[in-house]
């Protein structure tokens, strides 16, 4: 098994580190609503994938029957 023959500096470790973060994830616009949404998935506002209705677009009301 490969050693290594001195110590990784604390300075070049943190250099290699600065690179693993997370990026914001893709938006694309819905061709149908033009609502934005995540790329190769279904549109939470109208419900299309691909042309067609996949889903049928939810109601948004917040209020709870209690």
Known sequence: MAVPKK???HSRT???RA???IGAP???AC???HSPRRPHRV???CGFYAGREVV???AHD???DE
Do not use: F, G, W
Request: aromatic share 0%.
């Open 7 to 9: 110590k990784q500096s």
């Open 14 to 16: 943190a250099k290699r």
């Open 19 to 21: 690179q693993h973060k």
């Open 26 to 28: 893709a938006v694309n």
């Open 31 to 33: 061709p149908q609503c």
């Open 43 to 45: 549109c939470p506002v």
């Open 56 to 58: 049928a677009p939810a």
């Open 62 to 64: 917040h209020e709870h």
